[in-house]
């Protein structure tokens, strides 16, 4: 099953068709995605008997808004590819190394990017959502807690994230639009392995970033577990995994985003979103 947004509404989608939830449910599920979030097991029951004639809109992919709008906690790991780790100079770490993208940075999948002074660098990832109230969960009960897999962009101003020692992550990775999501969520059952994803990020046509979500030192399940033993995992609350090697500052000479560059972030099964990028304003 493959969520969408358009219009702020939650649709079901369906190839390039979707159906309204709340209109085709005749209101006993609710059109904001958040709250059919904390309604989820409801949602898919119903949704798994839907009839074809609910799809009746033809979805423009450029309409599509981020799959979860307004998530409450956004947790976000850095080192989670061992290559990645050892581009950026560090052995492998032992516990998930956790910052936030502060919730207001969260945007959808066709965006411009206004760039901020800076150094501002891509980081494609997949993004796990939680459906259901998750406390202290057991790796072996994680992926029940995920209503579905999503990608991201986990952009980041080197200079704000780096400064200080020890570095504090959160704010160079939270300017406005540095948190891209969609197009779509996509249920854990829809993938063959969601253990394993082709993940492929593109700079103007080029591929700058290529791995496999297997190769994460932390799988999704382990990282719920770690992050729900300490803080209630909350619907609709987002994971951004980590990223795979290949980011600007990592490379020789260093390249970061300019006014005029298109980031495409692929992963297998999921979709595509797309960024544009434009000077800041003098
Ligand atoms: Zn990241």
Same mark, same amino acid.
């Given at each position: $099953?493959?969520? @969408? ?27 904001? =995605?958040m709250a ?55 052995? /492998? ?14 945007? #959808? =999948? ?21 459906? $259901?109230?998750?406390?202290?969960? =057991? ?24 400064r200080g ?5 959160? /704010? @160079?990775?939270?300017? &406005?639009?540095?948190? =891209?999501?969609? &197009? ?16 492929? @990020? ?13 190769? $994460? ?24 995994? @980590?990223? &795979?090697? #290949? ?35 003098p």
């Amino acid at each position: $099953m493959r969520l @969408g947004v358009i219009d702020g509404r939650a649709v079901l989608v369906r190839g390039d068709r979707a159906a309204d939830v709340g209109r085709t449910s005749q209101g006993r599920l609710p059109a904001d =995605p958040m709250a059919l979030l904390e309604q989820w097991q409801t949602f898919r029951d119903w949704a798994a008997g839907l009839a074809e004639e609910a799809y009746d809109i033809e979805v423009d992919p450029a309409a599509l808004q981020a799959p979860v709008p307004r998530p409450r906690q956004v947790f976000a790991l850095a080192l989670n590819y061992p290559p990645h780790a050892a581009e950026a100079g560090f052995t /492998l770490p032992e516990e998930p190394l956790v910052f936030t993208k502060f919730p207001s940075c969260i945007t #959808g =999948p066709h965006t411009t990017v206004g760039l901020p002074a800076g150094k501002v660098d891509w980081e494609i990832e997949l993004v796990a959502v939680i459906g $259901m109230p998750a406390h202290r969960v =057991p790796v072996h009960r994680a992926w029940e807690t995920v209503a579905g897999l999503t990608i991201g962009q986990d952009l980041s101003e080197r200079v704000c994230q780096l400064r200080g020692k020890p570095a504090q992550f959160s /704010l @160079g990775k939270s300017f &406005p639009g540095f948190g =891209p999501t969609g &197009p779509v969520l996509v249920t854990p059952d829809e993938f063959d392995d969601p253990d394993d994803l082709e993940i492929t @990020g593109l700079l103007n046509g080029e591929v700058v970033q290529h791995d496999r979500t297997k190769s $994460m030192i932390f799988p999704v399940p382990d990282l719920i577990a770690r992050l729900s033993a300490v803080v209630p995992l909350l619907p609709g609350d987002l994971v951004f995994t @980590g990223t &795979p090697a #290949g980011v600007g500052n990592r490379r020789t000479p260093p390249r970061y985003l300019t006014d005029g560059d298109h980031l495409v972030s692929r992963i297998q099964g999921v979709g595509e979103i797309h960024q544009r990028f434009t000077a800041p304003a003098p």
